[in-house]
């Protein structure tokens, strides 16, 4: 196989996975863009955390949601819980990594926020602590995975979303999480600015 084809072979990959996850994931991603601009219109925030790719991710949505996405609008209460290297440090150093993003859920985290949890296998343990602190605070959870949704499909109640990614690959599910942030946006700002 010549490189031509190796790259060839991502971009049909990617489009497969991605068809697949349209037609299994659009209905819950409508539901998540509702309990979002639900959450929003009652003076609540919404948290997002995840490692590595699911990191710049949770980045990725905050910033969409404080700046804009494609139509000029009020900064909208997002926060990501990856992007503090101070706290992110304290914590893995005086307690443990696994604690990283729940602390700060206990912390900034109330009754009506949304905690927007990504993990590409379903099983990132500090993820987990996060989603366990959110319902501590009886906060609603819209978790990002792939693969079989490992133990956070297990962990979600009736209240929570799970958006699980149809693919095994991890950059294939991380490519569909980013269509996933990007649909979410323009939803939410459809809902709140209406037109086109």
């Known amino acids: 196989m010549d490189l031509i084809q190796r790259v060839n072979?991502?971009?049909?990959?990617?489009?497969?996975?991605?068809?697949?996850a349209m037609e299994v994931l659009s209905p819950g991603i409508a539901v998540a863009a509702e309990k979002m601009v639900a959450c929003l219109m009652n003076?609540?925030?919404?948290?997002?955390?995840?490692?590595?790719?699911?990191?710049?991710?949770?980045?990725?949505?905050?910033?969409?949601?404080?700046?804009?996405?494609?139509?000029?609008?009020?900064?909208?209460?997002?926060?990501?819980?990856?992007?503090?290297?101070?706290?992110?440090?304290?914590?893995?150093?005086?307690?443990?990594?696994?604690?990283?993003?729940?602390?700060?859920?206990?912390?900034l985290g109330q009754t009506g926020d949304i905690l927007l949890a990504i993990s590409t296998s379903g099983n990132s343990a500090n993820v987990i602590e996060a989603i366990h602190s959110a319902h501590e605070r009886q906060m609603t959870v819209i978790a990002f995975t792939g693969k079989d949704g490992g133990k956070i499909g297990e962990l979600l109640t009736s209240e929570d979303i799970l958006l699980n990614v149809p693919a095994f690959r991890t950059a294939r599910i991380q490519e569909v999480h980013i269509l996933m942030i990007h649909a979410l946006c323009d939803a939410i700002d459809y809902m709140l600015l209406g037109g086109e």
């Open 9 to 20: 072979e991502h971009f049909i990959e990617s489009i497969a996975a991605k068809q697949q």
């Open 43 to 107: 003076e609540g925030k919404i948290l997002a955390c995840g490692n590595g790719g699911s990191a710049a991710d949770a980045q990725h949505f905050a910033a969409e949601m404080v700046g804009r996405f494609e139509k000029e609008r009020p900064g909208l209460a997002a926060l990501s819980l990856a992007t503090d290297t101070s706290a992110l440090t304290a914590i893995g150093n005086d307690y443990d990594f696994d604690m990283v993003f729940s602390k700060q859920v206990r912390a």
